[in-house]
């Protein structure tokens, strides 16, 4: 579980820079505002081009692939129809609390954990490059025609390719579906700025965390128990489930699809709720107490199905 462990503890550290940096006043009361556009805009589309150019796209053709995809739409189906249906929230704060359920932390936690846990980073690719080139695309789309207005089905069909995170996973999808490598002197000025779309995320993250107190009374609670409950215990069960008795799975490759349907919500899920406005404070929480308990949910996991 070390690399579990190391995972947590570098998460945690950068979060906790940015508490204290959020704390201090150092970079102003926009900091926060300024910090989150720039890790949206720029830094994160840079990421995901680099990531997808430099990715074997075959790898999205698996038995692995499968098993998240239905595992991440089954926990998140259950948490929009729910709060949608049940709860009547708006549609802006099903999408972040849907995402919330099944968006797994697959960067930052799930290469160090498939790496040190699985013994291969490649276990994690699947599922990186599943919410990149799907359910983010998805989402984000139905974030901007909800904030924006629906308009024309041209402008609909055209909203994506003016959103820079798809931007940037669409060119570099291409790049890698060519089988072309750019040369380094046109790849390096993205690896340097993409290097920074983490680091930003989480201190952003760590910074809305000063002078607030998860679950307090009125922040959505009720949301953000059902869509931590669903990520850590539905999703998971999800990927046993259908990995076992859908795809025949067993050993290595069942315990590696549970433990990545086990990683907390991504940042990312707070990233989105934040440049537009909604689901703010349930996303950081969702966000904060999957990665608190998530750690327990895997130490579970590998007790029961480790081989």
């Not at 276990?123 to 904030?147: K, M, N, R, S």
């Not at 931007?167 to 046109?186: F, I, N, R």
Request: glycine letters at 10%; hydrophobic letters at 60%; charged letters at 10%.
């Amino acid at each position: 579980m070390i690399g579990v462990l190391i995972g947590f503890a570098v998460i945690a550290t950068i979060i906790l820079i940015g508490y204290i940096v959020g704390r201090s006043g150092v970079l102003g009361e926009h900091a926060q505002f300024v910090l989150g556009r720039f890790a949206f805009y720029v830094a994160s589309p840079c990421l995901l081009f680099t990531v997808l150019a430099d990715a074997d796209i075959h790898v999205l053709f698996s038995s692995q692939l499968l098993v998240s995809f239905v595992a991440a739409v089954g926990s998140g189906l259950v948490f929009f129809t729910i709060a949608r249906l049940l709860w009547r929230r708006e549609l802006s704060e099903s999408i972040i609390g849907s995402l919330g359920s099944g968006y797994v932390n697959a960067n930052n936690m799930g290469i160090p954990v498939a790496v040190f846990v699985l013994g291969d980073a490649a276990f994690a690719a699947p599922v990186v490059l599943l919410q990149l080139l799907v359910f983010a695309p998805v989402a984000l789309t139905a974030l901007d025609v909800q904030q924006h207005g629906g308009g024309s089905i041209g402008r609909i069909l055209l909203r994506p390719f003016r959103n820079p995170i798809i931007v940037g996973s669409a060119l570099g999808v291409l790049v890698s579906a060519l089988q072309w490598t750019p040369p380094d002197e046109v790849m390096q000025p993205f690896r340097i700025i993409g290097a920074a779309a983490v680091p930003v995320m989480l201190v952003s993250f760590g910074m809305s965390l000063h002078g607030q107190r998860p679950l307090a009374p009125g922040s959505s609670r009720r949301d953000v128990l059902l869509a931590s409950s669903l990520k850590l215990a539905l999703m998971p069960t999800i990927a046993w489930a259908f990995g076992y008795f859908g795809v025949g799975l067993t050993g290595l490759p069942l315990f590696a699809a549970v433990v990545l349907a086990a990683l907390p919500a991504a940042q990312n899920v707070f990233n989105y709720a934040q440049r537009y406005g909604r689901g703010v404070i349930m996303a950081r929480d969702i966000v904060l107490i999957t990665t608190v308990l998530s750690l327990p949910a895997l130490v579970v996991v590998a007790a029961l199905l480790a081989p």
